[in-house]
Structures are given as structure tokens and as C-alpha cells.
């Protein structure tokens, strides 16, 4: 989404809630839709960072797996997650 393109009642932040429609795309994954930039609705403030970003990870620890592997599991035997967050560790090459 071209952002600068925006008008200014319709420019986000980061951790902030919108409504927006969409259609879905060409994408074969099940979350890939195409927005429609006209239809953009600021519905909250941004999530606080306070607490230790509290409020953050209650939305962005459920996408959580140990590892890449485990997220391609879970894609692989239930069709999703397609969108996950993992933790690299260093490994001894």
C-alpha cells in the first residue's frame, strides 16, 4: 500500500487497529487479501508499548512457533499458520 499516498485522516501506526476492506488476492494462502485503500478506518489508538509491550504481545505471541520447522508443520498438517514468529538461536557450523 503506497502510505504516503494516503490522506491524513487515514494514516496508521504501527499496532493500531483499522477496519478496511478487501477482496482476496491471487495468492493461494488463506490471509492474503488485496485492501481497498478508500475504505481505511482508524478504530484505536496503537497498542501501548508500557508493561514490558504487554498489550503488543498479546496479539503478536499467539503467531509464535519454537522454530521454522514447527511453523512448516503446522502449515503442512492443518494448512495455516502461513504467518508465524520464531526466536533464531546460533548454531554451531
Keep these: 500500500m503506497p502510505y504516503r499516498r494516503l490522506h491524513d485522516n487515514q494514516k496508521f501506526s504501527k499496532y493500531q487497529w483499522i477496519e478496511v476492506g478487501v477482496t482476496k488476492a491471487s495468492d493461494p494462502r488463506p490471509e492474503s487479501h488485496k485492501i481497498s485503500q478508500e475504505t481505511i478506518k482508524i478504530r484505536s489508538q496503537a497498542l501501548s508499548s508500557a508493561d514490558g509491550w504487554k498489550a503488543r504481545k498479546e496479539v503478536i505471541y499467539p503467531l509464535r ?14 494448512g495455516s499458520p502461513t504467518l508465524g514468529i520464531f526466536k533464531p538461536v546460533r548454531g554451531d557450523n
Design 65 to 78: 512457533a519454537k522454530s521454522m520447522c514447527e511453523l512448516k508443520r503446522q502449515r503442512d498438517t492443518h
